[in-house]
C-alpha cells in the first residue's frame, strides 16, 4: 500500500510541476491569445489571468498532499 501512495504522490508531484512549467513557459513565449501590440493593456490582462489560473490549478492539485502530510505530524 505504501508503494502505491509512493506512485500516487510521484505523478501527482509530476503534473504539479508540469502546470507550474507551462504557466512560466507562457509568460516567456511571444505567443499570445490577445496580443498586446494590437489590445494594449488588457492583452497583458490575459497574460496576468491564465498566469494566475494555471498557478492555481498547481496550488489545487499539490494542496490535499500538503495537508495530508501536516495531518501526519
Do not use: C, K, T
Not at 488588457?42 to 500538503?66: E, K
Request: hydrophobic content about 65%; overall charge positive.
Amino acid at each position: 500500500m505504501g508503494n502505491l501512495r509512493f506512485w500516487l504522490l510521484f505523478f501527482r508531484s509530476l503534473h504539479f510541476f508540469r502546470v507550474i512549467g507551462m504557466a512560466i513557459i507562457y509568460l516567456i513565449l511571444p505567443l499570445d491569445l490577445i496580443p498586446e501590440r494590437l489590445f494594449g493593456v488588457i492583452g497583458f490582462l490575459d497574460d496576468i489571468f491564465i498566469f494566475l489560473f494555471l498557478i492555481l490549478l498547481g496550488v489545487a492539485l499539490f494542496l490535499p498532499i500538503f495537508i495530508r502530510y501536516l495531518g501526519r505530524r
